[in-house]
């Protein structure tokens, strides 16, 4: 039986415009507003990073910064503020090639009451566990706030993050936004949910069954011929 052969990495150019492409996406979808909110993906032993103050309406792909995980600026460009986030999240989880954080509406409001969205709806089993959890609060662009991010994405690829927004990270930058999306829908329909009473909520070994069931969701079911 033949395989498909790993994709190439990505140029440094490919690589700028799918950033830009990704923060222009999120603004595109309401996530994110002005300058709120910073996207990043991994490069060259470090990582490409939007700078600080970046504006959907004109970003440019040679304006993001490319860093070292310790956050020294190789050239030109000041970092988003949140570049230790960024940094701690690809040290800690070496499957994380792509990081996106918002201030979106939903995630925003969960997080300012510090609640974790419990197992209300089975699409949180693609976050990981089963429930998406909220790190502790701590002031933004600092280290406190880096730690409690990493901490909270333990077995997790998202968490809210208290009285701010939330973060996630994926294996490519477009996933990464789809993650944020669907973070920020699910976070929306659970606020609505408990609007009439504390929803139900799965237990974990249905949430166990469903991510069984992701596992093999979307491939083929044909034979395959050798």
């Not at 033949?2 to 440094?12: C, D, I, N, Q, Y």
């Not at 999120?26 to 504006?55: H, K, W």
């Not at 600092?142 to 009285?163: F, K, M, P």
């Amino acid at each position: 039986m033949t395989t498909s052969p790993s994709p190439l990495p990505l140029s440094e150019d490919a690589l700028r415009q799918a950033l830009a492409a990704g923060y222009r996406r999120l603004a595109q979808l309401g996530l994110n507003s002005g300058s709120a909110g910073n996207i990043s993906c991994r490069f060259d032993g470090g990582a490409l990073i939007s700078p600080t103050g970046a504006d959907a309406d004109t970003i440019d792909p040679q304006a993001l910064v490319s860093i070292t995980l310790d956050g020294e600026t190789r050239g030109a460009g000041i970092p988003s503020s949140e570049w230790a986030m960024h940094t701690a999240i690809y040290r800690r989880y070496p499957q994380a090639e792509a990081v996106v954080h918002t201030h979106s509406d939903a995630c925003v409001a969960l997080s300012a009451h510090r609640r974790p969205i419990p197992a209300f709806h089975y699409m949180l089993a693609g976050f990981g566990g089963d429930d998406i959890p909220c790190a502790q609060y701590a002031t933004f662009g600092t280290d406190a706030l880096a730690q409690s991010a990493v901490d909270a994405l333990e077995n997790r690829n998202a968490c809210l993050l208290a009285n701010h927004g939330m973060i996630c990270y994926a294996a490519t930058v477009e996933k990464a936004v789809a993650n944020a999306a669907k973070l920020e829908t699910l976070a929306r329909q659970y606020w609505m949910s408990a609007q009439l009473g504390a929803p139900v909520i799965l237990d974990a070994q249905e949430m166990e069954t469903v991510r069984q069931r992701y596992r093999g969701y979307g491939k083929s079911r044909l034979p395959t011929r050798d």
